[in-house]
């Protein structure tokens, strides 16, 4: 089993749609939890840390929930710009043992 | 803003060349990262450094090895390329300590090994 894994997608939705993605982990001592956005052929970059009580930036929020071992990502009024692929990222171990999910890629169609 | 160069974006090799990639950061970052990107695999770690001299291997490492011998500088070095190192790499670096966690990326560089 993967140590981190999505559903790689592709979800193709309308502009202004609400998007929601999973990622499951499979270690239980996990410690951060990360949404990093790359565009195509482009490197990533971060998108948004995950915390404890869930998080919110602008039409953007992130939840953790440790019980179920899971974090999600939630897009409201999708732009045409958030067309990318979305890594979940689990440290897993220490500050230098960052877990990639293979991502998730989205489209958003006018 | 950060920065981390990689010195090439595509390069093309035979099977058995030696290859250099380099990686350069203009931050005092002390942590470097070298990942290879395969479809439907995510990103997976091939080594780290975080200090001058210093590496740690990660999950592939084999058929690679690293050299850092300047804090800036971080190179990945495929000592006889083969096909299935075909791959996109991206060198990422890091603070330590508590902004350890936010990887900032170069932007790749695309192996293909013929």
């Known amino acids: 089993r993967k140590e981190v894994e999505q559903d790689p997608g592709p979800f193709n939705v309308p502009e202004g749609a609400t998007v929601a993605f999973n990622c499951t982990y499979s270690n239980s001592a996990s410690q951060s939890f990360f949404w990093y956005r790359q565009d195509c052929r482009k490197e990533p970059k971060l998108l948004m840390s995950?915390?404890?009580s869930g998080n919110e930036d602008g039409r953007f929020t992130a939840q953790l929930n440790r019980a179920s071992q899971y974090i999600s990502l939630l897009i409201r009024d999708s732009k045409l710009s958030d067309s990318a692929t979305y890594l979940c990222?689990?440290?897993?171990?220490?500050?230098?043992?960052?877990?990639f999910g293979a991502g998730t890629r989205l489209t958003v169609k006018p | 803003d950060v920065k981390v160069t990689q010195s090439s974006r595509y390069l093309v090799k035979r099977t058995g060349e030696k290859v250099f990639l380099e990686c350069v950061q203009d931050?005092?970052?002390?942590?470097m990262f070298w990942y290879r990107q395969d479809p439907g695999l995510g990103l997976r770690l091939i080594y780290f450094?975080?200090?001058?001299?210093?590496?740690e291997k990660g999950d592939i490492p084999e058929g690679y090895s690293v050299s850092r011998e300047k804090k800036e500088r971080f190179s990945l070095i495929l000592e006889s390329a083969s096909t299935n190192q075909t791959s996109m790499y991206l060198c990422?670096?890091?603070?330590?300590?508590?902004?350890?966690?936010?990887?900032?990326f170069g932007a790749g560089s695309r192996l293909t090994v013929l």
């Open positions: 995950v915390y404890s």
């Open positions: 990222v689990v440290n897993t171990y220490n500050n230098n043992d960052m877990r």
């Open positions: 931050m005092d970052h002390e942590n």
């Open positions: 990422a670096s890091s603070r330590y300590g508590s902004g350890a966690n936010v990887l900032t």
């Open positions: 450094s975080y200090d001058v001299k210093m590496k």
